[in-house]
């Protein structure tokens, strides 16, 4: 199997999850921002990740993907219901997180954005006006907002299980990792000891580095 993805997309961040925890080796291809012609020959249509789950078969959708992959190798792990608490919270940051997550993302090494090309790309398509990456950049109150919101899930996440390769899922373990591995590209953010654990502890257990290196 190959999986298609971007570096920093959440959504690609999830899939990758999957196959680590199901313990499945796939093939990992980066594909440039400014790839159309690729995701559009396999889907018909530009979107990440992709996954060639056959030769020349092909599958989008993170979600799709992730079931297909939890329900033919081995025995189903997701089977774990939602925690509802966990689920609002990740409802509310995606309100606003991408405000501050398109401008950073760009900037950082990723190989979707290793050429001016795919650069110039992304921030015509992400900010068509041209003006909003650099105010949202360093817009107090949407840092401020998302402080609150890091602060907010430090106690949902006293009792929340640590990930491993053993233990059952949810989609929350999906969904709130790949919030939280998007949130770390934002500088100055602190994070609480549960929070912290949590995020660092999927991190180690999926092969799947923070942005804390190269927050900005």
């Not at 990740?90 to 405000?99: K, L």
């Amino acid at each position: 199997m190959k999986l298609y993805i971007y570096e920093h997309c959440p959504f690609c961040v999830m899939t990758k999850m999957i196959f680590v925890l199901k313990n499945y080796p796939v093939e990992i291809s980066y594909l440039l921002y400014d790839d159309i012609h690729g995701p559009m020959q396999m889907v018909g249509r530009k979107q990440l990740p992709i996954l060639e789950y056959q030769q020349n078969r092909f599958m989008p959708e993170s979600r799709d993907i992730i079931n297909y992959i939890d329900t033919t190798i081995d025995k189903p792990k997701i089977t774990l219901p939602d925690n509802e608490e966990i689920m609002e919270w990740i409802s509310y940051v995606q309100r606003f997180i991408y405000r501050l997550t398109y401008p950073r993302w760009v900037n950082a090494p990723f190989p979707e954005f290793s050429t001016e090309e795919a650069k110039k790309y992304y921030r015509k398509k992400k900010d068509p006006s041209g003006g909003g990456f650099v105010s949202d950049l360093a817009d107090p109150s949407l840092i401020q907002r998302t402080q609150k919101a890091i602060d907010c899930l430090e106690p949902l996440m006293k009792n929340y299980p640590l990930l491993d390769l053993k233990r059952q899922l949810s989609w929350n373990d999906f969904s709130l990792y790949s919030m939280l591995h998007s949130l770390s590209i934002i500088k100055g953010i602190t994070y609480g000891v549960n929070v912290d654990r949590w995020r660092k502890k999927v991190s180690e257990t999926c092969s799947i580095p923070l942005n804390d290196a190269f927050a900005n």
